[in-house]
């Protein structure tokens, strides 16, 4: 049985996630319910918390400032957001549990399936710190994302975009090849990745490449269309995306002679 507390500042969105639970997730015990930081802590304080579902925009202090209680009660966090496309983005290049308002039961489920599991395995601290310091730089600077984590079983891998040189689909995973590393294979799909990415530096090339046009060394017809890569890779761009690789090139030969 996992005890839960709700913390966000709008009423209808408290009592429809409150019903949501009861209806659907027979292993939940919701300790309490909360419209603002403050009263979350007390509720921490008062309450042995697995799992908090927890809104981000709140008057007053953030649900980013809740973290460190949240940390200290050893308590997992799902966000719970009505945030931007750029925010989610955020969010899901720092590997972090959330749902999308209004939410869907379904997503509701299985994001109470896997905190049951992640709760018996603890992520590294410092890990779980800098993913969040991550995230709440690129929301709070809107700047644009830097780093990336990457499930790996036991908890995650920290990388930054431009150690990835290319990534290749392999059925529903997603491998990275990475300079100076070894591959890392993530249980996720390449389309999930190519919605996270910048699109000015990272590039769908084909139905199952990604390449960094950082590491970009030249591309040519002489095969069909295929990029070289600067460590000796050629990879095939397919014909429906040809026309969008070389804009995106275009793009980001002028972004770079700007800088």
């Known amino acids: 049985m996992l005890n839960v507390i709700i913390v966000d500042d709008e009423e ?17 015990h919701i300790c309490g319910i909360a419209k603002s ?10 309450f042995d918390v697995d799992l908090i579902f927890l809104d981000i925009a709140m008057p007053g202090k953030n649900g980013f400032e809740l973290i460190p209680d949240a940390k200290d009660n050893h308590a997992q966090v799902v966000f719970t957001t009505a945030f931007d496309q750029y925010a989610l983005k955020a969010i899901k290049a720092n590997a972090l549990d959330y749902l999308l308002k209004p939410i869907d039961i379904d997503e509701l489920k299985e994001t109470v ?24 730089t690129a929301l709070n600077e809107g700047a644009e994302i830097r780093k990336i984590s990457l499930p790996n079983g036991q908890g995650y891998t920290l990388i930054g975009l431009n150690e990835i040189i290319r990534i290749e689909a392999d059925s529903n995973y997603s491998v990275f090849h990475l300079a100076d590393r070894e591959k890392i294979t993530v249980s996720r799909v390449l389309k999930e990745y190519e919605e996270i990415l910048p699109e000015n530096q990272f590039v769908r090339i084909h139905k199952s490449s990604i390449v960094n046009l950082n590491y ?22 397919s014909r429906r995306r040809a026309s969008i690789f070389t804009e995106k090139v275009k793009l980001y030969t002028r972004l770079t002679s700007e800088k």
Request: proline letters at 0%; charged letters at 35%.
């Open 216 to 237: 970009l060394k030249e591309y040519n017809s002489r095969n069909g269309l295929e990029v070289v890569l600067k460590n000796g890779e050629k990879i095939a761009v």
């Open 113 to 136: 399936d896997k905190a049951s599991k992640m709760i018996r395995y603890s992520d590294q601290e410092t890990d779980k710190k800098e993913r969040l310091k991550n995230l709440s």
């Open 12 to 28: 209808f969105a408290r009592s429809s996630l409150y019903f949501l639970l009861q209806e659907n997730c027979e292993n939940v």
């Open 37 to 46: 930081v403050g009263e979350a802590r007390e509720l921490l304080a008062n």
